[in-house]
């Protein structure tokens, strides 16, 4: 009996290590930034550490919109949408996020959607424009909403580069049509592929009546360039106030 135990003891002692060794080595999955368990030196589940995603707290503040969201209509069935938008967060920036704009008719029910994808550095806030959208149905109200954000470490995404703007005026282009010129400098020491130019046109109230952008492509560190922003004619807008930003990622 002694020597049936002794046996039985050592087969399953045998049996277990060719069961560990195959699991180890054919079964166990390998140890990645997507399975859920705390692993390879991470700083918390799939996050930190060997992982890009990194760890944010649970506190962290959403990206959210800052006062109402204002349409402009350019042309009939055409509007154009404009959101302030802010990053409450000191620690973390946006490398990237998707954010929709949704109308919604007098029952309440959403009719459309237009969808977008931005960047916001820590404690930034900004403009964000659909220009000239397609809109088929009367609209009631809209609201904005910011999704999936990329979260970075303020630390690594830096501060708003510095562009400096000169020689603005904003007059009319054509009898419809206005527009707001100028150069552009980029301060800063990095070289930027993209460049957006928003500019929101307002009332002698300061009030926004409209909005638009434009684009610069392969913006060179200290470099200078023309810009220029046009928008229909709109009733009531002062030429003096017009506001003026630009916004860069990082590389």
């Given at each position: ?25 054919y079964v166990k999955p390998t140890p990645s930034c997507f ?217």
């Open positions: 009996m002694a020597k049936q135990i002794i046996y039985g003891a050592i087969y399953c002692g045998v049996f277990f290590v060719i069961v560990a060794v195959i699991y180890f080595l399975d859920n368990i705390q692993n390879q030196g991470e700083e918390g589940v799939d996050c930190g550490g060997p992982c890009a995603k990194i760890c944010t707290p649970t506190n962290i503040q959403p990206i959210s919109a800052v006062g109402n969201i204002m349409t402009f209509t350019t042309n009939p069935h055409r509007v154009t949408f404009l959101a302030r938008v802010v990053d409450a967060n000191s620690d973390f920036a946006a490398r990237s996020f998707d954010y929709r704009f949704d109308l919604y008719d007098a029952s309440g029910s959403v009719i459309q959607s237009f969808s977008g994808q931005s960047f916001i550095y820590a404690n930034e806030v900004k403009y964000l424009v659909l220009p000239n959208e397609d809109v088929t149905s009367s609209v009631s109200s809209v609201t904005f909403a910011a999704m999936d954000p990329e979260w970075a470490k303020s630390s690594d995404l830096g501060v708003p580069p510095q562009f400096v703007f000169q020689n603005v005026g904003t007059g009319m282009v054509s009898s419809g049509t206005i527009g707001v010129s100028g150069t552009i400098t980029n301060e800063d020491a990095s070289a930027f592929d993209n460049v957006t130019v928003t500019a929101v046109f307002k009332d002698g109230a300061g009030t926004p009546v409209g909005a638009s952008q434009t684009e610069l492509d392969n913006v060179a560190a200290n470099g200078t360039y023309n810009f220029s922003v046009i928008y229909p004619a709109t009733q009531n807008i002062d030429l003096t106030a017009t506001e003026i930003e630009a916004y860069a990622l990082r590389p």
